[in-house]
């Protein structure tokens, strides 16, 4: 059974970091790509950033523009733990961010919602002074 555990989210003010956590099972972690997204109040969720596998891929990254150069995502093999470093955050940032697992390999990494079938609860992110 995949299993997707976030954590790490909060209220910060512009300008600050947080990082968020996903804790993983049940998937071969180090195989399979893994996104974070997230979803403002009355809008689509979204892709914020995704990373591919280190056996099944290179461990390339995909960032969406509005977050390229200020989130960083990295996975923790030893611990099955997807990381997303938030820094310079913005207002535009609050989100419930979400972590993501796809059910099958693929050999592009998959970064928008259809190419992911497994997904956890949720964490809030709140920018604001």
């Known amino acids: 059974q995949v299993q997707l555990v976030e954590s790490g989210g909060g209220l910060v003010q512009p300008g600050g970091s947080l990082r968020l956590s996903c804790a993983t099972s049940?998937?071969?972690?180090?195989?399979?790509?893994v996104g974070w997204f997230r979803q403002a109040p009355g809008r689509e969720r979204e892709g914020v950033a995704c990373?591919?596998?280190?056996?099944?891929?290179?461990?390339?990254?995909w960032y969406a523009g509005p977050v390229r150069g200020r989130f960083t995502i990295t996975k923790d093999n030893t611990n099955d733990t997807v990381i997303l470093q938030m820094n310079s955050l913005k207002p535009e940032d609050t989100a419930v961010y979400y972590c993501?697992?796809?059910?099958?390999?693929?050999?592009?990494?998959?970064?928008?919602?259809?190419?992911?079938?497994?997904w956890g609860q949720g964490t809030q992110v709140t920018v604001s002074s």
């Open positions: 049940g998937f071969i972690f180090d195989f399979y790509a």
């Open positions: 990373i591919s596998g280190t056996s099944g891929g290179d461990g390339s990254a």
């Open positions: 993501a697992a796809p059910r099958r390999w693929t050999i592009v990494v998959p970064t928008t919602e259809d190419g992911y079938a497994y």
